[in-house]
């Protein structure tokens, strides 16, 4: 296995290396040596364990005077501008992690009005489930339909769509936001287990991601106001040290958070959820032949002059971006199917 993970920072087209909090711990975890101690590596992915290791890491008082938290906000490169509120409110290490941000200042929608934006801030690939696209990678992060829940009557209607995963990182903005406008037609919760999304164990286990419990919201874009391109679903998946996911829809700015419902129109660019701290993924699945993605995101992951845990794992070029919450993701393609919650 090789020594750095990088990704390219979209802002500027530079390769960063990333700082993998705790990466040591997640290689004993998920090391060869654990396959063959099954019952041990099922409690390191338990939800008691998570929640264990969120108290140390996130609330104990002790451990955010020990670390200093200016110290710890400037290791995360968090930017302390964006804060709403008076930074004096932010006295644990989990205050920080669920923090809100004038998103509405600094992470501006893109001009298209039909643009389909990042659902938050974090490392993203994008990818085909159409084994004849150039995008297509043999089931590794998820295996679908498994993602929708064993019994979703939803899975036909993504057959050999596209999909796009985003990597929260620990001291990443922890708020997730709507990507397109659209009716909800149903929102479940599927259980499972509570692995983490760093790299190196991303690379190590089969279809994580679809493995954890996780949140899916199924949106229907073809409603007044709404992109048209279809169902849309978004996953979002817990990991270690994340708890639960909080539905937290608002309107205009956090104001008056509301649960999220059926029937409920959201609001592209709205937060839409909160993970409790930690890291986390956030997985959207799109229609066949519904958007096309941003091409910097394709060319970027292609590239293959960069190191990544990713690209060593899968021997070919797999490079995360790094994204902002409401940035473009992409935009409907020229022909976005007509296929509504009726047709399934």
């Known amino acids: 296995m090789i020594a750095d993970h990088h990704y390219i920072e979209r802002s500027t087209g530079q390769f960063v290396r990333e700082r993998l909090l705790g990466n040591g711990v997640i290689s004993g975890l998920y090391s060869p040596v654990l396959e063959k101690a099954p019952l041990l590596s099922h ?6 364990i998570s929640r264990l290791l969120g ?9 955010a005077r020990a670390t200093g938290m200016l110290k710890f906000l400037r290791y995360a490169g968090v930017e302390l501008s964006e804060f709403v509120g008076q930074l004096s409110e932010y006295d644990t290490v989990r205050k920080v992690f669920e923090r809100q941000i004038r998103y509405w200042d600094c992470r501006p929608l893109p001009p298209d009005p039909r643009a389909i934006v990042c659902p938050a801030d974090a490392r993203a690939v994008v990818g085909s489930m159409a084994q004849n696209s150039g995008l297509y990678l043999k089931q590794k992060f998820f ?6 829940g064993e019994f979703s009557p939803w899975r036909s209607g993504f057959t050999d769509g596209d999909y796009a995963l985003f990597r929260l990182t620990p001291e990443k903005y922890h708020y997730t936001h709507v990507p397109a406008t659209g009716r909800v037609l149903e929102i479940y919760t599927v259980e499972g287990r509570y692995h983490p999304c760093n790299p190196r164990a991303a690379v190590q286990l089969v279809t994580p991601v679809s493995k954890n419990r996780r949140t899916v919201t199924i949106l229907d874009t073809n409603c007044p106001g709404g992109e048209a391109i279809g169902l849309v679903a978004m996953i979002e998946v817990v990991a270690l040290m994340v708890g639960r996911i909080e539905q937290r829809y608002s309107d205009e700015g956090y104001a008056s958070p509301r649960q999220v419902g059926e029937g409920m129109v959201l609001r ?3 937060p839409k959820a909160v993970f409790r701290p930690g890291s986390s ?3 959207l699945l799109f229609q066949k032949d519904s958007i096309r993605f941003a091409p910097d995101l394709i060319a970027n992951q292609r590239r293959s002059q960069i190191h990544s845990d990713l ?3 899968l021997g070919q070029p797999f490079i995360e971006t790094n994204v902002a919450v409401r940035s473009l993701l992409a935009v409907p393609a020229k022909e976005a199917p007509c ?3 009726g047709s399934l």
Do not use: I, M
């Open 43 to 48: 409690l390191a992915s338990s939800r008691f």
């Open 281 to 283: 993924t956030v997985v």
């Open 339 to 341: 296929l509504t919650s």
């Open 268 to 270: 592209k660019g709205a």
């Open 311 to 313: 690209s060593f794992a």
């Open 143 to 148: 295996s679908f339909p498994e993602l929708l």
């Open 55 to 63: 108290y140390l890491n996130f609330d104990n008082v002790l451990s």
